[in-house]
Nanobody, 115 residues
Framework: QVQLVESGGGWVETGGSLGLSCVSS????????MAWYRQAPGKQRELVAR???????EYRDSVMGRFTIGRDNAKKTVYLQMNSLKPEDTAVYYC?????????WGQGTQVTVSS
């Protein structure tokens, strides 16, 4: 049973930074895609960043240059460092993993950026 637990959300002013972490209950394989999504109230969930070991990370255009995704397979953790935050980044951020043909989601962590 795979469980993903996010942490690190909170409230920041525009231009501030937050670092999110997602810890898996099972080992992370180098071939397992992992990603961060976010969803604002009344809007669709959208991909923020994704990563697979051995490949270049991918980012949506609106966060390019501001966010950095990383992973530590030994710690069973994926990270999202968010810098230069904007009010439009306000959302619930969800950790995502695809393992052995099954998709897993964390419960989400709230990120609020004041204007």
């Amino acid at each position: 049973q795979v469980q993903l637990v996010e942490s690190g959300g909170g409230w920041v002013e525009t231009g501030g930074s937050l670092g999110l972490s997602c810890v898996s209950s099972v080992s992370i394989h180098s071939s397992d895609p992992m990603a961060w999504y976010r969803q604002a109230p009344g809007k669709q969930r959208e991909l923020v960043a994704r990563i697979r070991s051995g490949r270049d990370p991918e980012y949506r255009d609106s966060v390019m240059g501001r966010f950095t995704i990383g992973r530590d397979n030994a710690k069973k953790t994926v990270y999202l460092q968010m810098n230069s935050l904007k009010p439009e980044d306000t959302a619930v951020y969800y950790c995502y993993a695809r393992r052995d043909g099954t998709t897993y989601w964390g419960q989400g962590t709230q990120v609020t950026v004041s204007s």
